[in-house]
């Protein structure tokens, strides 16, 4: 890959590169000194409200963050309302026209509603099948400020088409008119094009502009490396503007590599072991003094490694600051929910009750052990058919009680009492008229509005069972409600989007249900760490245009970074491509690849004295897996330092190797299969003849003597039944003294 091809700017039209003003440094901490100098300078000032004369935008909150603790570490005692903002933050500062952006899903229903309305036979009855990728299509077209006249022409220049190209275009350019005119009639925008919003804003109102920035005519912009989104049409409006005066833009060096002193290399097997090599480098760096908030590992994507480089940090006692993400369908309280959807799609049987009676999310108060004895006799399917069954067992036991009691049968012990079935029934009875409404067959905008007053009205006390402290553990707490917001915000706002742009009307099961669900909770719920002064583990766009003393890149691996370019089933490269020469701003894959090129090098930038990359050996199924082309650029470059990659298990005592050594030879021995003190079986042939004569292969052991047995070495049981077989007394049960020996025991 050239360095040449990853010039940020290379593609704003000369004019508007003639009026912006460049600063160039090749080190990003450089960089941030000379956009931040009139904040720098304040320490001197004798103003008594300092504040800088122009304002400064940054890349991301970490630069935010830098930016104020090198004002601290200068005496800088503060500022005024300071004029600092983060890219997402330009609308308060810069101002936003009236029209309310759409949440994401009133977007996706918008654009259901429009592909069935204006799509035509190329898209007919397969609107869900390419909603995704004609969603990201009008987002690339809006969020640059195109006209369906505009787009329509281009479509109109591209040549030598096949006729079904020609068909999907004019269906496209159709679903993008019904787009924009749904939005224009109800005062909306696409949710994605903010900075064309603002870029409108200030052009049709100089002087709010002047009011906003308080009399600053100047703005200085660090870190833009990706003009995408809207930031060609926003930096026009601004040197275009009467209210500023000047337009600064703060980059690192466009070309070449700049290296620090020292680089590495860690291949490991995979990514534990991987991300265990760079945790105790880490490790031997901050024993060596070095301050943790000055050493970064980064990875292109947050998964899986934020997350695998959080516990190895930990297992060398090393904290660490990072935001975490976190798949909402991951969530405890978000999985309990959707486990209750699935058991009403699966028809309630026995294994969805079971778990749904042990899920400690839901006061449902389901008797485990009578749903079990049920279940494991005979197939149950249904709610219905479960309140039958539960009526036949109550008979049941109720007429052996009454043999029992009349002396004319013993066979007690082979029914449930009668009492935990009554009140197994009652509780049943509660759980399946909340539970009845999912059995039923509604549309999607009736499932919405059965679920939405479902997580209103939480029958079940899923919020305050999910608000209790488990050991201490504050964060399994914390995540939970916020993830429990964040689904009934969710699916409050898919109601409201549904009834905004109804769907077909096609009535769903509870499966249909759940499973367009899935796909809509596919967004995250991010977290903080607790501290703010640890090892920084960030994802390579939030650790863009930093600077840190000591930098680990880790996951770079072919096809993660660079990450490959992302497909669609709507548009071919060739159709994209051919777009863009007519005048479409629809990225290719050789800007792509150019972009990924402009991060790899800012990020290596970013590493003052020492700079270590790593990749896994191994892939998923054992096979060999090819280190990254920026890898190879580096050992081209300046060479790499091999690091040792394989280490062994890191344990924090003696007595923690030892457990460790313990175990492996326990689970060693139980893998062979032969009868052991370890793999829970019971060899002796007199035990066994005479627990199958005793019990029989039909006996439903009970989960309660199940969970009791277990707390005890299956070694002393088989001792314990063949010690009560040769002393059992002929008055008493021999069931009853095997159960009160192993409950008193454990």
Same mark, same amino acid.
């Given at each position: 890959?050239?360095?040449?091809?990853?010039?940020?700017?290379a593609?704003?039209?000369?004019?508007?590169m003639?009026?912006?003003h460049?600063?160039?440094?090749?080190?990003?901490?450089?960089?941030l000194?000379?956009?931040?100098?009139?904040?720098?300078?304040?320490?001197a000032?004798?103003?008594?409200?300092?504040?800088?004369?122009?304002?400064?935008?940054?890349?991301q909150?970490g630069l935010?963050d830098?930016?104020?603790?090198?004002?601290?570490?200068? =005496?800088?005692?503060?500022?005024f309302?300071?004029?600092v903002?983060?890219?997402?933050e330009?609308?308060?500062?810069?101002? @936003?026209?009236?029209?309310?952006?759409?949440?994401?899903?009133?977007?996706a229903?918008?654009?259901?509603?429009?592909?069935?309305?204006?799509?035509?036979?190329?898209?007919?009855?397969?609107?869900?099948?390419?909603?995704s990728?004609?969603?990201?299509?009008? =987002?690339?077209?809006?969020?640059?400020?195109?006209?369906a006249?505009?787009?329509?022409?281009?479509v109109?220049?591209?040549?030598?088409?096949?006729?079904?190209?020609?068909?999907?275009?004019?269906?496209l350019?159709?679903?993008?008119?019904?787009y924009?005119?749904?939005?224009?009639?109800r005062q909306?925008?696409?949710g994605?094009?903010?900075?064309?919003?603002?870029?409108?804003?200030?052009?049709?109102?100089?002087?709010?502009?002047?009011?906003r920035?308080?009399?600053?005519r100047?703005?200085?912009i660090?870190?833009?490396?990706d003009?995408?989104?809207?930031?060609?049409?926003?930096?026009?409006a601004?040197?275009?503007?009467?209210a500023?005066?000047?337009v600064?833009?703060?980059?690192t060096?466009?070309?070449?590599?700049?290296?620090?002193?020292?680089v590495?290399?860690?291949?490991?097997?995979d990514?534990?072991?991987?991300?265990?090599?760079?945790?105790?480098?880490?490790?031997?760096?901050?024993?060596s003094?070095?301050?943790?908030?000055?050493v970064?590992?980064?990875?292109?994507?947050?998964?899986?490694?934020?997350?695998?480089a959080?516990?190895?940090?930990?297992?060398?006692?090393?904290?660490?600051?990072?935001?975490?993400?976190?798949?909402?369908?991951?969530v405890?309280?978000?999985?309990?929910?959707?486990?209750?959807l699935?058991?009403?799609?699966?028809?309630w049987?026995r294994?969805?009750?079971?778990?749904?009676?042990?899920?400690?999310?839901?006061a449902?108060d389901?008797d485990v052990?009578?749903?079990n004895?049920?279940?494991?006799?005979?197939?149950v399917?249904g709610?219905?058919?479960w309140?039958?069954?539960?009526?036949?067992?109550?008979?049941?036991?109720?007429a052996?009680?009454?043999?029992?009691? @009349?002396?004319?049968s013993?066979e007690?012990?082979?029914s449930?009492?009668?009492?935990w079935?009554?009140?197994?029934?009652e509780?049943?009875a509660?759980?399946?008229?909340a539970?009845?409404?999912?059995?039923?067959?509604?549309?999607?905008?009736?499932?919405l509005?059965?679920?939405?007053?479902?997580?209103?009205?939480?029958?079940w006390?899923?919020?305050?069972?999910?608000?209790?402290?488990?050991d201490?553990?504050?964060?399994?707490?914390?995540?939970?409600l916020m993830?429990?917001?964040?689904?009934?915000?969710?699916?409050a706002?898919?109601?409201?989007a549904?009834r905004?742009?109804?769907?077909?009307?096609?009535?769903?099961?509870?499966?249909?249900?759940?499973?367009?669900?899935?796909?809509?909770?596919?967004?995250?719920?991010?977290?903080?760490?607790?501290?703010?002064?640890?090892?920084?583990?960030?994802?390579a766009?939030?650790?863009?245009?930093?600077?840190?003393?000591?930098?680990?890149?880790?996951?770079?691996?072919a096809?993660?970074?660079?990450?490959?370019?992302?497909?669609?089933?709507l548009?071919?490269?060739?159709?994209?491509?051919?777009?863009r020469?007519?005048?479409?701003?629809?990225?290719?894959?050789?800007?792509?690849?150019?972009?990924e090129?402009?991060l790899?090098?800012?990020?290596?930038?970013?590493?003052?004295l020492?700079?270590?990359v790593?990749?896994r050996?191994?892939?998923d199924?054992?096979?060999?897996?090819?280190?990254?082309?920026?890898?190879?650029?580096?050992?081209?470059?300046?060479?790499?330092?091999v690091l040792?990659?394989?280490?062994?298990?890191?344990?924090?005592?003696?007595?923690?190797?030892?457990?460790?050594?313990?175990?492996?030879h326990?689970?060693?021995?139980?893998?062979?299969?032969?009868?052991?003190?370890?793999?829970?079986l019971?060899?002796?042939a007199?035990?066994?003849?005479w627990?199958?004569?005793?019990?029989?292969?039909?006996?439903?052991?009970?989960?309660?003597?199940?969970e009791s047995?277990?707390k005890?070495?299956?070694?002393?049981?088989?001792?314990?039944?063949?010690?009560?077989?040769?002393v059992?007394?002929?008055?008493?049960?021999?069931d009853?003294?095997?159960r009160?020996?192993?409950?008193h025991?454990?």
């Amino acid at each position: 890959m050239s360095p040449a091809s990853g010039e940020p700017l290379a593609g704003l039209p000369p004019r508007l590169m003639e009026r912006l003003h460049q600063v160039v440094a090749a080190d990003p901490a450089e960089l941030l000194e000379l956009a931040a100098e009139g904040f720098l300078r304040v320490a001197a000032s004798t103003d008594l409200f300092p504040s800088p004369p122009y304002l400064l935008v940054l890349r991301q909150g970490g630069l935010r963050d830098d930016l104020f603790r090198l004002a601290a570490s200068r =005496g800088v005692p503060g500022w005024f309302d300071p004029p600092v903002s983060v890219f997402h933050e330009l609308p308060s500062w810069l101002g @936003s026209t009236k029209r309310r952006p759409l949440g994401d899903f009133e977007r996706a229903a918008l654009v259901e509603h429009v592909l069935r309305r204006a799509g035509g036979a190329v898209f007919r009855g397969r609107e869900g099948v390419f909603l995704s990728a004609v969603e990201r299509l009008l =987002g690339e077209l809006a969020s640059e400020g195109v006209t369906a006249r505009r787009f329509e022409e281009a479509v109109a220049a591209v040549r030598d088409r096949e006729t079904f190209e020609v068909e999907r275009d004019q269906a496209l350019v159709a679903v993008y008119r019904a787009y924009l005119d749904e939005l224009d009639s109800r005062q909306l925008r696409d949710g994605r094009d903010t900075l064309a919003d603002t870029a409108a804003a200030i052009r049709a109102d100089p002087d709010a502009l002047a009011r906003r920035l308080g009399g600053r005519r100047e703005i200085r912009i660090v870190g833009l490396a990706d003009l995408r989104g809207g930031w060609r049409l926003l930096l026009e409006a601004l040197v275009d503007s009467p209210a500023i005066g000047r337009v600064g833009l703060y980059l690192t060096e466009p070309t070449g590599l700049r290296v620090p002193p020292a680089v590495g290399l860690v291949a490991a097997r995979d990514e534990d072991t991987e991300l265990e090599a760079v945790a105790l480098r880490v490790r031997a760096l901050l024993d060596s003094g070095v301050r943790p908030d000055s050493v970064a590992i980064v990875a292109r994507d947050g998964r899986p490694y934020v997350d695998v480089a959080l516990r190895a940090l930990k297992a060398v006692g090393v904290s660490a600051t990072a935001r975490r993400r976190i798949v909402l369908t991951a969530v405890p309280v978000v999985r309990a929910v959707i486990a209750l959807l699935d058991a009403a799609a699966s028809g309630w049987t026995r294994h969805a009750l079971a778990g749904l009676g042990a899920q400690p999310y839901f006061a449902a108060d389901l008797d485990v052990r009578v749903i079990n004895y049920i279940g494991y006799r005979r197939r149950v399917v249904g709610l219905a058919a479960w309140g039958a069954a539960l009526e036949r067992l109550l008979e049941e036991a109720r007429a052996v009680e009454a043999l029992v009691e @009349s002396g004319e049968s013993e066979e007690r012990r082979r029914s449930l009492p009668a009492a935990w079935i009554e009140r197994a029934r009652e509780r049943f009875a509660k759980f399946a008229a909340a539970a009845s409404p999912m059995d039923e067959v509604k549309t999607l905008a009736g499932w919405l509005e059965w679920f939405d007053q479902w997580l209103e009205r939480d029958p079940w006390r899923i919020e305050e069972r999910a608000a209790r402290v488990p050991d201490e553990r504050w964060q399994v707490v914390r995540l939970d409600l916020m993830a429990w917001r964040q689904l009934r915000r969710v699916v409050a706002d898919w109601a409201e989007a549904e009834r905004s742009w109804p769907g077909d009307g096609a009535p769903m099961t509870a499966a249909a249900f759940v499973e367009r669900l899935r796909l809509m909770l596919a967004g995250d719920v991010a977290m903080w760490t607790e501290t703010d002064r640890g090892v920084v583990v960030a994802e390579a766009l939030a650790a863009s245009y930093r600077s840190f003393d000591h930098l680990f890149l880790v996951g770079m691996n072919a096809g993660r970074f660079p990450r490959r370019a992302p497909s669609s089933l709507l548009l071919s490269e060739h159709d994209r491509e051919a777009l863009r020469r007519a005048g479409m701003p629809l990225e290719t894959r050789s800007e792509w690849e150019a972009r990924e090129w402009e991060l790899f090098r800012t990020l290596v930038a970013g590493a003052r004295l020492s700079l270590t990359v790593s990749y896994r050996r191994l892939d998923d199924l054992g096979g060999a897996a090819n280190s990254s082309a920026f890898v190879e650029e580096l050992r081209q470059r300046c060479g790499l330092e091999v690091l040792a990659a394989e280490t062994p298990p890191v344990c924090r005592s003696a007595e923690v190797a030892a457990h460790a050594w313990r175990v492996a030879h326990i689970e060693r021995e139980r893998a062979t299969g032969r009868p052991s003190l370890w793999n829970g079986l019971i060899a002796q042939a007199s035990l066994q003849g005479w627990l199958a004569e005793k019990f029989g292969d039909g006996f439903v052991w009970s989960p309660t003597s199940l969970e009791s047995f277990a707390k005890c070495p299956w070694a002393w049981f088989s001792e314990r039944l063949l010690r009560l077989k040769s002393v059992q007394d002929p008055d008493e049960d021999m069931d009853a003294q095997v159960r009160g020996s192993v409950l008193h025991d454990a």
